[in-house]
């Protein structure tokens, strides 16, 4: 249950031609370690934002946690948590800063 951190400046379709060029925060590369991907999701934003898990808004502000922990099984989710940009897959998550 790692959270690698990382400051990378990535170029406009590195990942996905429609995402913005983007620097990335945290990311945690084993999802599956966690008991949800919501947790995962949890995680990430914690370290992405240096504080405390239980110090963040509710999550289920931005994304319902039951449905991304289902969707994420088999698909890519990608959504706005506050300022930061959220990318969810069974193989990863991603924070990132918004483009400038």
Known sequence: MTVKRQATNRGRGEDDPDEPASTERARIGDPESYETASAAVVA?????????????????DWVDPDALDSVVRAATVRFRYAELLVTASADAVVVRDPAD
Request: net charge negative; aromatic share 6%; charged share 25%.
């Open 44 to 60: 990430a934003l914690a370290e992405a934002r240096n504080v405390d898990p239980t110090d963040l808004p509710p999550l289920f």
